[in-house]
């Protein structure tokens, strides 16, 4: 993907997946892998705020019956696996999310763009500053 393609799914996995785990069933034959091209930062910070906007409405009005209940992925009608709610929460959104973030770091760092804050400090900011 190149730097707005890897933005701009970084910005929409919340609430991508967080429309995902409100199925009972998907077929992954049914997704679109080709990434989209942005064209602007403002389409980019639109798609986030409209992506945290659409999970946080998800994560608010889940119970945890519902967390509990299944999501089945199928590919062409064979499962490729079932999955509680709640761990395709954890693990495709959060890991997922983590995993694209990480990789739109090297980007930034390959471009000598000083990061942003992840996990604290990065070696790009002053700490006597």
């Known amino acids: 993907m190149s730097l707005g393609q890897l933005a701009l799914h970084v910005a929409s996995i919340p609430g991508d997946l967080a429309r995902l785990a409100q199925l009972d069933e998907f077929d992954a034959?049914?997704?679109?892998?080709?990434?989209?091209?942005?064209?602007?930062?403002k389409e980019l910070l639109t798609a986030l705020d409209a992506s945290l906007g659409a999970a946080e409405e998800y994560l608010h009005r889940i119970n945890d019956t519902t967390a509990a209940g299944v999501l089945r992925l199928t590919?062409?009608?064979k499962e490729v696996f079932t999955t509680p709610r709640s761990g395709l929460l954890r693990s495709r959104i959060l890991n997922h999310w983590y995993h694209h973030r990480g990789q739109l770091?090297?980007?930034l760092r390959l471009l000598d763009v000083p990061l942003p804050l992840i996990y604290g400090r990065s070696a790009d900011q002053n700490p006597f500053a």
């Not at 034959?29 to 930062?41: G, K, L, R, T, Y």
């Open 29 to 41: 034959e049914q997704a679109n892998f080709e990434p989209a091209n942005p064209n602007s930062v």
């Open 75 to 77: 590919l062409r009608g």
């Open 105 to 107: 770091s090297v980007y």
